[in-house]
């Protein structure tokens, strides 16, 4: 028994290392995304109990809540423009309004709102109106 447990420990210590160390210079998330999807990231948003990660590769849903995949999504520069949406900055396309709302509008054509509570830090960053 105690030999079957040192290989098993063993195999696991190989595997580790076999494994290939993540890229400190993209997001973490991007490695829970399927490889076609990885790309430059761009946006986050909720889907019911979801994110919804969108890249300029396309978009994957991930179950984790929006605080843990922002957090992932260092080192990517963004911001938190809604309780529902981050937007990586260099995304944005332009700031404008709709229906006399705030919103972003991406380099790949999605809108994305941005609620009163996050307005100041959106115009603190240059994004907002």
């Given at each position: 028994m105690g030999?079957?447990?040192?290989?098993h420990l063993v195999e696991?210590?190989?595997?580790?290392g076999s494994a290939a160390a993540p890229n400190p210079q993209q997001p973490a998330i991007l490695d829970?995304?399927?490889h076609p999807q990885r790309g430059r990231l761009l946006h986050i948003g909720v889907t019911d109990h979801y994110v919804e990660v969108t890249t300029e590769k396309g978009t994957s849903l991930l179950l984790m809540r929006l605080s843990d995949?922002?957090?992932?999504?260092?080192?990517?520069k963004g911001?938190?423009?809604?309780?529902?949406?981050?937007?990586?900055l260099d995304a944005v396309r332009s700031a404008?309004?709709?229906?006399?709302?705030?919103?972003l509008e991406l380099e790949n054509g999605a809108i994305i709102p941005i609620s009163r509570s996050f307005l100041a830090a959106a115009k603190a960053a240059g994004l907002a109106l």
């Open positions: 030999i079957t447990i040192a290989s696991r210590q190989i595997s580790r829970r995304l399927p995949a922002i957090g992932e999504a260092a080192p990517a911001l938190q423009v809604h309780r529902s949406h981050w937007v990586a404008k309004r709709q229906a006399g709302k705030p919103v």
